[in-house]
């Protein structure tokens, strides 16, 4: 009865007669749940129990008895069995009793993945989003699309706040009080990204030692953002939009389909649709995945916006490192806002923080403090009266110059670009596909620009 009860409810149950053929079970897969009636025809549930919880502590233990005794009850608690069901076992019982395992099961998922996260030193809820009409069109477009369930892309350079509009997007959802989940899939080793998406069954691969599960059923009935999501592989794409189409998949190494609710959001600094044209990303799971496209602007094109952000952030690190800050110089608002910040928000905090740090004196930051450099920078003899690169071409000539600096090291080209070896790497692919020799990245710089020697170090670090 209980067995096509719980599979009318759509659960995969299974029913066995003995121990025996329970432990046999056990072997061969894995359950989130084992009920166990107390008197069993070659044995004792109790005992069985007990034996489960050794042997998996993660899998909850239901005891059921139509002979209930203080004794039994005691020691079902002492055993940390999750419930002690009198017979007979009403459906309504039953279901009330599985809606708890759901939640409670959510909430360590949840639990554990937070345990692991990193949590940035300026949170979401500490953002300005600004005056410009740039940024005020995005704020709408937030507002719009939080109350959806839609798919978002979304799309910018490294530093403009790709994860703050995701968060925001999950505040204002209605998932808010659900998990929200972060991958960053830059990050994971390309051989663990399958089993970091979907999880793993014991014994699925070298090194998995126990079942774990992935971050689309950690973010079951919330948000997962996968951050970087150009940087997956051709082989996961396919996998990935399987899971937006279907919302099913299976553990790497199981056979068992498993069903979530996930809200997506993806974000990425390179041109998905130049990523398409190129052969590096799938059509389908572009479109998939660009149902709400945001594209969030450069500093430098908000520049309505600095000022608030500057006085945002000297207030919140003044308040952070005990400081008596109440702003910066006029001269030093100069400097600031003549500076292209390469590296945008990101870079702005980091160089606010670092001020307020050094600042000597209470009151106003002075240009001493600021640690922006004053010779000029890689690119700084191009006038606005040449012929200007596009900014692939001095994205190209960027890499160049950090190859050859050093020494054509590919990791520490990555670790000196802030970017992902991958990346790099994928750059490279399209360089060769392009007709550049990557082998000597010098044939890629214009006579026009300086070359690695002339490079002042501070301006390339």
């Known amino acids: 009865m209980l067995v096509d009860y719980l599979s009318s409810q759509g659960y995969t149950a299974l029913g066995t007669r003995s121990t025996l053929q329970a432990h046999e079970a056990l072997k061969s897969d894995a359950f989130d749940i084992v009920m166990a009636d107390l008197r069993l025809e070659d044995g004792n549930g109790l005992d069985l129990l007990r034996q489960v919880r050794q042997m998996s502590p993660k899998t909850y233990g239901i005891l059921m008895t139509g002979y209930a005794t203080m004794d039994t009850a005691v020691e079902a608690i002492r055993i940390g069995l999750f419930d002690y069901l009198i017979k007979p076992v009403l459906p309504a019982q ?75 997007i999950m505040q204002n959802s209605p998932r808010a009080n659900m998990p929200f989940v972060k991958v960053n899939c830059a990050a994971v080793p390309e051989t663990l990204l399958e089993s970091e998406f979907f999880g793993h069954e014991k014994g699925a691969f070298t090194g998995a030692v126990a079942r774990r599960e992935g971050r689309f059923e950690t973010a079951n009935g919330g948000t997962l953002l996968l951050d970087e999501i150009a940087e997956i592989p051709m082989s996961l794409q396919v996998k990935l939009l399987r899971v937006l189409q279907e919302r099913e998949f299976e553990r790497v190494g199981g056979n068992k389909t498993i069903r979530v609710d996930v809200r997506l959001i993806a974000s990425t600094n390179r041109d998905l649709q130049e990523a398409v044209r190129l052969g590096h990303f799938r059509e389908d799971l572009y479109y998939r995945l660009n149902v709400v496209p945001i594209n969030l602007p450069p500093l430098r094109l908000r520049g309505d916006d600095l000022n608030d952000l500057i006085e945002f952030y ?13 702003g910066v110089s006029p001269e030093s608002l100069e400097r600031l806002r003549a500076y292209r910040w390469p590296g945008n928000v990101r870079e702005l905090q980091n160089t606010l923080e670092r001020a307020v740090i050094m600042s000597t004196t209470d009151g106003q930051i002075e240009v001493p403090d600021f640690a922006l450099a004053e010779k000029p920078g890689i690119f700084s003899n191009i006038s606005v009266a040449d012929s200007l690169p596009t900014v692939d071409e001095m994205e190209r000539r960027l890499i160049g110059y950090m190859l050859l600096q050093t020494n054509h090291n590919k990791t520490r080209a990555a670790e000196k670009l802030a970017i992902s070896l991958r990346t790099l790497r994928n750059k490279l692919r399209t360089y060769r596909e392009m007709g550049f020799d990557t082998d000597k990245p010098q044939t890629w710089i214009d006579a026009a620009t300086p070359t690695p020697a002339q490079i002042p170090a501070e301006s390339v670090q």
Not at 94 to 109: F, G, I, K, P
Not at 142 to 156: S, Y
Not at 314 to 326: P, Q, W, Y
């Open 314 to 326: 000297v207030a919140h690190f003044a308040r952070k490192h005990g400081k008596n800050v109440t």
């Open 94 to 168: 039953l279901d009330l009793l599985l809606q708890r395992l759901e939640s409670l099961r959510q909430l360590q998922s949840e639990n554990s993945y937070l345990r692991q996260a990193q949590v940035a030193d300026v949170g979401s809820g500490n953002v300005v989003w600004g005056r410009s009409a740039l940024m005020q069109d995005i704020l709408e477009m937030v507002k719009k699309v939080a109350a959806t369930h839609a798919t978002v892309l979304i799309q910018g350079e490294s530093g403009t706040g790709k994860e703050v509009v995701a968060h925001a």
